[in-house]
């Protein structure tokens, strides 16, 4: 073997013994002595000339070989390499076969790494022999250059068919292997969206009940009108018929027809109609709202729609797709479209009528076009008979069902003064956590309070007495419900284009309607309404800006004596008394708590001052809640919530809210009953007020309220009225089953004159309008009366020392003399004066009971009255 490379000798096996090397040099010899040999040629022996001279098969000078006699030369041989630095004397060539360049050897004892090769110039592409090329022509030869063969025809055969079939090679991998490698990829890429996440970014029709449950009205989100149906609500015969005009293989193909696309592109090529989509691709489109025209976007599409048919059930998809598709007339989902073609529920529908609809889904702006309608619906219906989803003889009896008049079909809009409930509702249910945008994805039902009859007399009652009234006279009502403090009509004006603004949730000052807080505040301390104080006229209380502040009453049958109790004070609405009381006795903090706690919220962010005991300043609330506040007062002194909403249901009834219900003592902490004497002492106080006002309670139930007056300020530099006019005017009263508030006046601070030119006082518009519609609310209703209880500290005995002001008119009886109550007193705080004590000497007052530099709407040195 070579010592080098472990390699045998040229017919020796590889485990034979190598021989031992010659002495004085040479070629070892094989075994047994004999030289080596090499190969011979046939017929040729060792002895034969043309053996090398001198040479051996193993090194020597390299001779050309004469072969035997009979046989051609070999072609001259390239000259060799240049020996290297490892072809020197001995070198053994390599066997052949093998790389040029190479020594034979191991690879992986290969000196220049496995797979490497020496390179040098004899390795040169150019210079390499082409055994089998063609020999060079003599013009060939002078130029370097050679012409191309000629191919034969079946060369020339074997060429084209070549070249076509990478062409096709290629096609396929582009037509076939690539999209199904993408496809595969964006299976597991894209989202489908689920019916659940679709409905969520649908806007739907919100519908208002009134508290008998009949349709107030509806809110068209302004994406159209949309009712949602769930799984198993959509009938066979609705499907079918979308079947039939949109997908007939629905409910067997993957979400795509190859059969389909066909038709489509052939349908586009020969300027036919109808597209390829499945009704699962639309649904798609639909879902995404992507409709661009694009390759990508019908790619994408294509493969969502099979992903979602492979994970989604197939009644789930029908469903979600008739809900969300569009039929003309503003309506979004097949319950819409039943609603505004044929005014009945999608389950209602016939076959006729469920193929007109599903024929108006390729064209619904087409919805109007009687010609249009009427071929899709033949379409359809033929279809459905193809398929054998309607019989043949049921097909021919069919007549074409007319849409209804699209004007008698527009859903119910909320408008006029129910918008103003529906605004109170909305913000009523977002402070509970339903926003307008929740209530429109949910596509809700609300349940509201409001009594329709009870609403439609408020709305009639208004408009008797304030149509041919001064257009710039306003008016406001609300009724609630003392026992559940539920709203049963709610009348903010009537809301057309000279007069949109709500007033019953506008803020106005509510003059002397407001002393029933005054009272409050004033038993909540123990002091009864017994309690006696200066009633006269023109007194002051402290200065402003450095001079006198003078506290007058509205007029001589609102002022009573130097010991005027706190129950007739109440009754001729004596101003001065009750500026007396707050200043005094309670403090401006103290009434505004009273009101709180009764339910009047307009207050909460606001400073007052002593202007509050009279209602002026910026003591400003609403009708709304003046009827809330007086409502405690009707349910013996418990606090609830006011309340436009019932309860809250989802399209399939199920109840998601309801109104809460906490009853808790309003006018003291955890006692009913103290919080329920005190609500009685004031209806004692209010009861006499009726009679004093020439008004009446209803026939067989017992009532009580206050009427209130804001006078004009007629200071300022564009005053147009005097100071015996009033800005604003109110009645407030109650029975033991309801609570109604009235106001009239302007939107700001200008003199109210009816139609006959004459100031308006709280015992006219106001008074009249809450008499009517208290009294015709109640009439046939149980006979009602206030519930007993005990006097607060000092009993009062009403005296009429004015006589009562004259009634407006023959047909009103005089006033009478208000009952006073001769029980004991029960509580332990007794009061600081008696009917016998002197004149009161002049009152101080603490800091802050009056503001700086301002006149808080008292006219000068007068006051609101009445």
């Known amino acids: 073997m070579n010592d080098d490379y472990n390699r045998s000798w040229p017919g020796q096996e590889p485990d034979e013994p190598r021989p031992a090397p010659r002495q004085g040099g040479g070629p070892p010899r094989r075994p047994g002595g004999e030289p080596p040999r090499r190969p011979q040629w046939p017929g040729e022996s060792p002895q034969q000339p043309g053996w090398p001279a001198g040479g051996d098969p193993d090194g020597g000078p390299t001779r050309r070989r004469v072969p035997p006699a009979g046989q051609q030369p070999t072609p001259p041989r390239r000259p060799g390499p240049p020996p290297g630095p490892n072809r020197g004397a001995g070198y053994t060539p390599p066997p052949p076969g093998s790389p040029p360049g190479h020594d034979p050897g191991l690879l992986t004892h290969s000196p220049l790494g496995a797979g490497s090769f020496p390179e040098d110039d004899y390795d040169d592409e150019q210079d390499k022999f082409d055994e089998f090329g063609r020999d060079e022509s003599p013009e060939e030869a002078a130029t370097g250059k050679k012409d191309k063969a000629v191919l034969t025809p079946l060369q020339r055969r074997k060429r084209r068919w070549k070249i076509v079939r990478r062409v096709l090679y290629a096609m396929f991998g582009l037509g076939v292997i690539v999209p199904a490698v993408g496809f595969t990829i964006s299976y597991f890429l894209v989202d489908v969206p689920t019916p659940e996440e679709v409905l969520t970014q649908q806007n739907q029709v919100v519908t208002y009940y009134y508290g008998d449950n009949s349709v107030m009205g509806k809110e068209v989100p302004d994406t159209g009108n949309r009712e949602i149906l769930k799984p198993g609500q959509i009938p066979d015969t609705v499907k079918h018929a979308v079947y039939a005009a949109e997908d007939a293989t629905f409910e067997t193909n993957n979400g795509f027809d190859v059969v389909g696309i066909a038709r489509a592109v052939y349908n586009n090529l020969t300027g036919g109609q109808g597209g390829g989509s499945t009704i699962s691709q639309q649904y798609i ?499 009602e009366k206030f519930s007993t209880v005990d006097p607060i500290g000092k009993t009062a005995t009403a005296t009429t020392d004015t006589p009562a002001p004259p009634p407006p008119s023959s047909t009103v009886p005089p006033a009478t003399t208000p009952s006073t109550s001769s029980a004991p007193p029960t509580s332990s705080s007794a009061p600081t004066t008696s009917s016998s004590q002197s004149k009161p000497t002049k009152p101080t007052f603490p800091t802050g009971i009056f503001p700086t530099g301002t006149n808080q709407g008292f006219g000068g040195t007068t006051s609101p009255g009445g």
Request: proline share 6%.
């Open 285 to 783: 489109k639909k879902a995404t709202e992507n409709e661009a025209p694009t390759l990508s976007r019908k790619a994408t599409e294509l493969v969502k729609s099979f992903k979602m048919n492979q994970t989604q059930p197939k009644e789930d998809i029908i469903t979600a797709y008739l809900n969300i598709v569009y039929f003309g007339r503003n309506a979004y989902g097949v319950q819409a479209a039943a609603h505004a073609y044929f005014n009945k529920d999608a389950a209602q529908l016939s076959p006729a009528e469920a193929a007109l609809l599903a024929g108006l889904i390729q064209g619904p702006s087409k919805s109007e076009n009687t010609e249009y309608v009427q071929w899709r619906w033949n379409y359809v219906m033929d279809n459905m008979v193809k398929y054998g989803w309607l019989p043949s003889a049921e097909r021919q009896a069919a007549q074409f069902p007319t849409p209804l008049p699209k004007d008698l079909t527009k859903p119910q809009a909320i408008k006029g003064p129910e918008a103003f409930i529906q605004g109170q509702v909305e913000d009523e249910l977002d402070a509970a956590g339903f926003s307008k945008e929740k209530l429109q994805a949910g596509g809700y039902n609300i349940y509201t309070t409001i009594d329709p009859s009870a609403q439609k007399l408020m709305e009639d009652t208004a408009h008797k007495y304030m149509d041919d009234q001064p257009d710039t006279l306003r008016n406001a009502m609300v009724a609630i419900d003392p026992k559940t403090r539920a709203v049963i009509a709610y009348y903010g004006g009537p809301n057309d284009k000279s007069n949109a603004v709500d007033w019953a949730n506008t803020k106005r000052n509510p003059g002397s309607s407001f002393k029933a807080f005054d009272i409050t505040a004033f038993l909540k301390m123990g002091k009864g309404i017994g309690e006696t104080f200066d009633g006269t006229t023109h007194r002051q209380f402290g200065t402003v800006n450095g001079k006198p502040r003078y506290i007058n009453n509205a007029g001589a049958s609102n002022s009573c004596s130097q010991q005027c109790t706190v129950a007739e004070a109440t009754m001729r609405s004596t101003n001065t008394v009750f500026f007396d009381m707050v200043a005094n006795v309670t403090g401006p903090q103290a009434v505004k708590d009273a009101a709180k706690q009764a339910g009047v919220t307009s207050l909460d962010k606001t400073a007052v001052d002593n202007n509050i005991s009279l209602g002026g300043g910026t003591t400003e609330v609403t009708p709304l809640d003046m009827a809330s506040g007086y409502s405690t007062f009707a349910d013996d002194g418990i606090a609830l919530q006011r309340h436009f909403v019932t309860k809250i249901t989802d399209p399939g009834g199920n109840v998601v809210y309801q109104t809460p219900s906490n009853p808790t003592p309003a006018f003291a902490a955890n006692n009913a009953d103290k919080s329920k004497q005190i609500a009685g002492n004031v209806t004692m106080a209010l009861k006499p007020v009726i009679d004093f006002s020439h008004l009446k309670c209803p026939p067989n139930h017992e009532c009580a309220g206050k009427t209130g007056t804001q006078q004009y300020d007629a200071s300022g530099p564009n005053a147009s009225g005097s100071s015996n006019d009033n800005s604003q005017v109110w009645m407030v009263g109650y029975t033991p089953s309801i609570a109604v508030s009235s106001w009239v006046g302007t939107g700001g601070n200008s003199p109210i004159k009816d139609k006959n030119g004459k100031a308006v006082g709280s015992g006219g518009l106001p008074a009249q309008m809450w008499q009517e519609f208290i009294t015709t609310y109640l009439k046939n209703k149980p006979a």
